[in-house]
């Protein structure tokens, strides 16, 4: 579809009273696409999920998709699926995410996120009352990342699915994660946490086991690369 013929859709999406699904993935979208989908975002009143998987919006993409939602009230689902936005990128999004309130479900995975991406999201989500789920799987997080999402989560309470799986936090990361769930006194919100393929030894697993023990959570864990089930209820 490419830039141009997405700026036609965006014109129409402005005014659009009916439209709730928009599927763009895979059309070559860039930065200048994702400026015109958020000017129609500032406006329309119905869309509520978004997908613009295996894009290429960038950083600056993402930065005209953060000002577009600052100004919508009804989107609760964005898939931004491997479109290289980077740390830059998630900063702006992270800026809009700590006020948001309505967006319940942000897949973020496959966009060369490292630990400052995840210390911009990590410090929104302190902040974040709607978000559910975060797809964070297959970027470039390690331990000093993860200390700032586990952070996170002693204080949020509506996060229910978080996914990590295919990023390199290793034990140490683990253990920050177990400490997050474990010290989080106001409530146990999360029910799913994907962990798979993230380099996670007997160690890691064993600080996950202690922090969950009283708790019913799925949790996923891989060592290697393959697939561990661990499932600890009351």
Known sequence: MGD???KHLSDAIEHNTTLTTLNLSKNQI???????????????TTLTTLNLLGNKIGE??????????????TLTTLNLYGNQIGDIGTQHLADVLGQNKTLMIITLAYNQI????????????QHNTRLM?????????EHAGTQHLADALKLNTTLI?????????????????????????VILAITTLNLVANKIGDVGAQHLSDALRHNTVIVFLSPTISYIYLHLSI
């Open 114 to 125: 490292g630990d400052a991406g995840a210390e911009y999201l990590g410090d929104a989500l």
């Open 30 to 44: 860039g930065h200048i696409g994702a400026q015109h989908l958020a000017d129609a975002l500032r406006h329309n």
């Open 161 to 185: 699915t978080i996914t990590l799986a295919y990023n390199q936090i290793g034990d140490i990361g683990t253990q920050y994660l177990a400490d997050g769930l474990r010290l989080n006194t």
């Open 4 to 6: 141009i013929r997405v």
């Open 60 to 73: 600056i993409g993402a930065q005209h998709l953060a000002n577009g939602l600052q100004y919508n009230k």
């Open 133 to 141: 789920s975060v797809d964070l799987s297959r970027n470039d997080i």
